[in-house]
């Protein structure tokens, strides 16, 4: 049976909506579609949907070895930052001045009734301030930055020749020999032959 041609009267002069009539396959009926190959002139029923491109999400592969390449692929291995060690710097060998005998006889006898910070304090008022006549005088004209070194880092002690000379003639006493009073013979007529006189040797 053909479909008739549409007409605006029909639709106009329809009313309502027909009828619905079911119907049920009979299992003969159902025995002869289930089961068999779609035919090929069937066609894919109508669609309104907008095509839209998927993306397909790739997952990583590893690379396989294959017959041809010459050597396989090698695992890449991830690498953790190394954190940079510290790097230790050498400490600096604090300056120790060099002062004389005289000069570390004043500091230790200022050092007996003040303390360091006192006496570097009274050295700035006055540095060519200390007294005649006591160990104290050795400081006159000594720099402020250079007694600060010495009462800070400390300090050696450099001897002068006859200040070396005395020490070792003190120190020949402490071994009672022929040879160290020998040698003690042989300094004064040393000195003297030079017309030099050195307390605690000539004297």
Known sequence: MGTSVPNWKNELSSRGQGDVKTYTLSPEELA???????????????????KTKTIKEEKPTMKTASKDDPKPAAPVKEVAAETPKSIAQPEEESYKPVLTKAEDEAIKYLLVGWGKQELLQEHAKSPLGWRSGTPAEALNGMSIWLLAQALIAGYTVELTPEETLIEKYADSYNVDSAYNEGWRKGVRSALNAMGKSIEGITN
């Not at 002869?32 to 907008?50: D, N």
């Open 32 to 50: 002869k579609i289930v089961g068999k190959p779609i035919p090929k002139s069937h066609t894919k029923p109508l669609t309104f949907r907008a």
